[in-house]
């Protein structure tokens, strides 16, 4: 049988919404707002905010990125609700901190399903936390737009409930890479990873990835998360090492990256780093002069590029954020940039598929899943910054452009941007056929 890498494209005719009426949704805030004789929702009569319960990493390792969330999505819901809410009702955040604690997370989605009343929650990141909360959410039948980039999702190992469907996973983005990591630096690789399912991801599908293009990891050095100091585990890296692959997340990524310096010096082999590593950290920190030469994916160039969009222009100044990638009221605070476009694009699509299923409340949540599932393509426009994707409604996942750049002086330079096609791989389950 060949292989079926293309995902999922709809339905039989009245099974779902069709893909025509999906994607009038995803521009019908807007357009409606342009309207002569629109009305806004504080203007029209008054009925009960629609509340999205925001998981937020307020604290623990994920803090970093659950700053940067928090303000993505506070601009997303102000334009969403300048331009007239959700179905004529105002979009209400109700964010809990997790602690980026799977414990925690779960509790906090129960919260959102039986203290707060929520309609949906939303916006996790780390993969080990969305593990522990996506049961919790499958049990109480709230629907879990999770904000992460694990395979967990398109696995299968979660449920009909928990959905990714704003932006790609890390399947799918080192396989989309894997070609030009080989092609352009080398095939010897070593890897350095955070010990958790995330990294996890990392290990183990880079590792058949390079092996399809000719090459091999040779060592794999994992890290736990909340380390502090990293230069017991650079001896460990092969002498013959021509590529050296990392990624690293939580409080410890400037050091992480400095002592890689440090302990190489000139004398280094290449480098491709997610820009995890470097995630709110600026480039041009001194102790990362190094770096000039090196390699890393972003999910979305933090520097504004020559050929900067539009959409990108737009979606920087509604978050508040200038050129390098940082908030325009402090150049010193700098964003996770590679990541929380997802925030708004999956509120976006949260917006879209109450749009397109008519949701009123709880009792809907069945078909604001169905609706979400069959959408189909997503094209680039402002609700979807980052580029176009494609959405596989029986895996949950979303696929989508991977963008590789070359730190160049104090600047991040994309060189290389992925096709969508690239990132795509065989269906892994179909939630569809799970019940509601």
Known sequence: MAENKTPSRGRAAGAAPSRRSVLAGLGAGAALAASPGFVRYSQAQSSAPIKIG??????????????W?????????KLINDAGGINGRPVEIVAEDDGTDPKRGSEVVEKFA???????????LFSHVVIGSAPRAGELKIPYFVVSEGHHVASGMLNRYTLQPGITDVKSQVIAMAP???????????????????GHNHRDFFSEAIAAQGGEVIEKIAIPPTESSFFKYFPKIPRETEVLYHVMVGPGVLTFVKEMGEFYGSNRPQIFGFIDSLEAVAIDSPGLEFLDGTYFWEGMPRHAQADQTPYDKFYREAVGVDARGASVEDSKDVSTYAHMFGCWETLNIIK???ETSGYRGPQDRPALIEAVEAMTEFPESQAHPQGAKIFNGKTHQVFGHQYISQVQGADLVKVHTTSMEAGLYEDEVDYTERPL
Not at 54 to 67: D, E, M, N, P, S
Not at 114 to 124: I, L
Request: proline share 2%; hydrophobic share 40%.
């Open 54 to 67: 925001f998981q937020v990493h307020r604290t623990g390792i994920g803090a970093a990125y659950g700053r």
């Open 114 to 124: 039986t203290q707060h009343e929520c309609d949906v929650a939303y916006g996790t």
């Open 180 to 198: 030009w990591v080989s092609e352009n630096l080398g095939k010897k690789v070593t890897m350095i990873f955070p010990d958790f399912a995330f």
């Open 352 to 354: 879209a598929g109450m």
């Open 69 to 77: 969330y928090d303000r993505t999505t506070s601009a997303a819901v």
